[in-house]
C-alpha cells in the first residue's frame, strides 16, 4: 500500500452519482494521476490517499485510491487557497482573502464554530452566510463521515452508500447498530457489521448482533441454492458461529419472527426458516401454477392428430408418441412440463406446437432465462423470443427501484407462453412470470430436468415435475439423426449411469488421457492454442472453444484456467490497453463474463433487431472487451450485439471467460467443449454436473484427464440436495 500527501490541481472526471473521480494532484513539485470513490474531492484540497500504483497503457501511471482523508490546512496561505478552490458555496477568491486577512489561522476555527462572526466582513450578509453555513456544514459532514467509516475499513464506495441512505445520521446509526449495515447496504456483510461492533465494545449477546447473524447464516444457506433452512440446521451454526447459548439463539429466532423478518413453517414434517422474499416467492407460485392448471379454458375446435401429421407431412418427419403427446398435452391442458435429454425433439416439438396455434389465430410468446438461450430459441424456431426479463419488461419504477412492468394489474397479452431451458428458472423469476400471466394464457415449460438447477435459490422444474400435479410428458426416444452424435449418445449413457464411448473414429466425442494435474493443464491450452484451430480451421479459440472445468479454485479451476489461457491467446503486448481489478488483469480482445446479475446497468445496441438503448447485463453473459476508454474503463459488446461501458464500480462483476464453470455455462452452446476431469470434492464432482457439461457442445466434446475420474462421476449420482417448499405446498393444497 503506497501513500500521497497531495494537493487536487484538477478533476479530469467525476461521476457525481457514486463519487468516481480521475484527478491529477501535486506531491511537492511531482505530478500524479489518481483514480477511485472520492466523493468530496474539489480542487485545492490537500488530501492523504492511500492506494496501489498500476499503469494504464494509454495514460500511464496512476494510483487506484483505497483510503482517502482530508488534511485540513494549517498556514494563512494554505487556508486562503482552500477556500479559494470553491470547495465552499458564497465564497470565492476575493472573499476567502477578506476573510483570511480578517481572522488569519483561526479561519477555519471561525467557520466551525463562530460563522456569524463573518457578518464583521463587509459584502457579507445574513444570506450569504446561511449558503455559506449550508454548504461548510454538509462538506465537514461528508468528511467527517468518511473519515469515520473508513477507519473501520469500509471502503470509499460504500461510505457513498451509507451517507446516501442516513444522510447526517450516518455515524449516530453505525455507533448504535452496526448491523443495521447489513439490511441496507449492499456488499456490507455480517462479519464486516461485527468487526466496527467489537470495535464500538457491542456485548457479543447483544439482540442485534444475535439477530442479525441468524439473518446472515439463513441468507448464506439460500445462497446455496436453497429457500428456507431446517431450524436444527440454523440453531447449531448460529450457536457455533455466535458463540451464544442454544436458548438465546431461540429466543432471537422468536423475536425475527415477531418482526416478520423469518417465517417458520413445517416443511416435510420438519421445522424450517424462510426468509420472508421466498416465502412469499413460494406461495405465489405454489397459488398460480395450481390456479392455472386447474382453470378452464376455450376449447380449441381442431383434429389435434391431422393437425400433427400434417405438420409431419410438412417437414418429413416421424414423430414418437411421447412427442405425439407431448403437442397434444399443449392443446389440453393450461399447463403442461415437457422434459427431456439432448435429440429427443424438444425444439421440434416447441416448433410443431407453435405452428398449429399460430394458424388458429392465437398469439404465441416465446422466452428464456437468459439472453443466449433465448437467442438460440430464436434460431430455431425462426420467432422471436426474449429473455423472461425483457418478456416482463424490466424498468425501472416511480421509486426508482427496478421492477417488472408486466404483472397482476397489466398481465402479457397473449394465448399462449413457451418457456424453454425452465431448469435455469429460479423460485423468483418463477414468481415474476407466472403474476404476469393472466387466466386463459396457456403455459408450457420445456426443460431437461437432469441437468443442474437453477443458479438462483429453488429446485422450480423439479418440484413442479414431482408435485404430480402439472401434465408431464418425459421425452425419451432419441431422433435418428441424433443418434449418429456420440455427443447425444453419451448423454444418454452418462445420464442412465454408463461409461460413454470414448475415441470411436469420425465421430465428436473425444478423450486425451492424462495424468497429473499439470500435464491436463498443459494439454488443454495446447488444444484450444494449436490443435484444434489447425483440425478445423472454421474453429476461433476464443469464439468457438470454451473451457468448462468444474470448479473455480486450483490448478484446474477456472481462476487459474482463465489466467494461463490468457497468457497464450491474449497476452500483453506493447500498445495493447490493460487494467488490473482485484486479482484480474484485463485487455483489449479479452473474452469476459458477467458474473452477477445487474438490472441498472446501461447497454447500447452496436447490432441485431430491437432497442437501440437499455439497462440489465445478467449472470451468465458473454462478451468482448473492446477498449479500455480514456477513463479507465473497459468497454464490453455482448453477444456482438450490446455494448457496455465498465466503470470502476461495476469491475468486480466482471470475469475472465476463457474457462467457466459448468454452472455458469447453463442455457448456453459452444461449436466446441474441452473439459479437465480430475478428482475433486465428491458434492462436486457428479453425474450431473458431466452429464450438464457435455450437453452444452454442439460439434466436439474433449475430455482430458483421468479416465478414472469420469468413472468416479459417473458413479457418483448424489448432488448437493436443496431445500425447496415448492413441491410439498403444491401436495398439501391439492390434498
Known sequence: ???????????????????????????????????????????????????????????????????CEEVVPDSKIGIEKYLSSGVIAGIGPVTAKKIVDKFGEKTLEILDNDIDRLSEIEGIGDKKIKIIYESYSTQREIRNIMVFLQTYGITPNQCVKIYKKYGSESIKVVKENPYMLTEDIAGIGFKSADKIARSLGIEADSPFRIQSGINYIVNEFCAMGNTYMPIEKLIKQAMDMLSAEKANIEKNIYECTLEQKIKIEIIDNENCVFTMPYYYCELGVTKKIITLATNKYDDIKIDIDSKIEEFENLNSIDFALTQKEAIRGAFENGVEVITGGPGTGKTTIINCITHIFEKESLRV????????????????????AKTIHRLLELGVGNDEQM??????????????????????????????LLKAIGMGTRLIIVGDVDQLPSV?????????????????????????????????????KINSGEMPILNKKDKDFYFISRDGNENILNT????????????????????????LSPMRKGLLGVSNLNNS??????????????????????RTGDKVMQIKNNYTLKWTRVAGIGEKEGEGVFNG???????????????????????????????EELDLAYAITIHKSQGSEFPVVVMPVFMGPPLLMNRNLLYTGITRAKKLVVLVGNQKAIQFMINNNKSFDRYSGLKWRIIDIIQ
Open 365 to 384: 410468446f416465446m422466452a428464456a432465462p437468459t439472453g443466449r438461450a433465448a437467442k438460440r430459441m430464436s434460431e430455431a424456431s425462426g420467432r422471436e
Open 621 to 651: 453473459d458473454v462478451g468482448f472487451i473492446e477498449d479500455i476508454d480514456d477513463k479507465n474503463n473497459p468497454v464490453v459488446i455482448f453477444d456482438n450485439e450490446r455494448k457496455v461501458v465498465y466503470e470502476d464500480m461495476y469491475l
Open 403 to 432: 421492477t417488472f412492468f408486466k404483472k397482476e394489474e397489466c398481465p402479457l397479452e397473449c394465448d399462449v407462453i413457451i418457456v424453454d431451458e425452465a431448469s435455469m428458472i429460479d423460485i423468483v423469476l418463477m414468481n415474476n
Open 524 to 547: 488443454v491450452i495446447e488444444l484450444i492454442h494449436k490443435r484444434l484451430p489447425k483440425f478445423n480451421t472454421k474453429w476461433h479459440s476464443k469464439h468457438h472453444i470454451q473451457v
Open 565 to 586: 489461457i490468457q497468457q497464450v491467446l491474449n497476452p500483453n503486448e506493447e500498445g495493447k490497453k490493460e487494467i488490473k481489478s482485484r486479482d484480474i488483469i484485463f
Open 456 to 492: 438462483g435459490p429453488g429446485n422450480v422444474l423439479k418440484d413442479v415435475i414431482e408435485s404430480g400435479v402439472i401434465k408431464v410428458v418425459r421425452l425419451k426416444d432419441i431422433f435418428r439423426q441424433a443418434k449418429e452424435s456420440m455427443i447425444i449418445v453419451n448423454a444418454h
Open 1 to 67: 500500500m503506497s501513500q500521497l500527501n497531495c494537493i487536487v490541481e484538477d478533476i479530469v472526471f467525476k461521476n457525481e452519482e457514486n463519487g468516481y473521480v480521475v484527478a491529477h494532484v501535486k506531491e511537492k513539485d511531482i505530478r500524479h494521476t489518481i483514480v477511485g470513490c472520492i466523493p468530496y474531492i474539489i480542487e485545492g484540497q490537500s488530501l492523504k490517499l492511500q492506494g496501489e500504483w498500476v499503469k494504464h497503457p494509454q495514460f500511464g501511471r496512476q494510483l487506484k485510491v483505497i483510503a
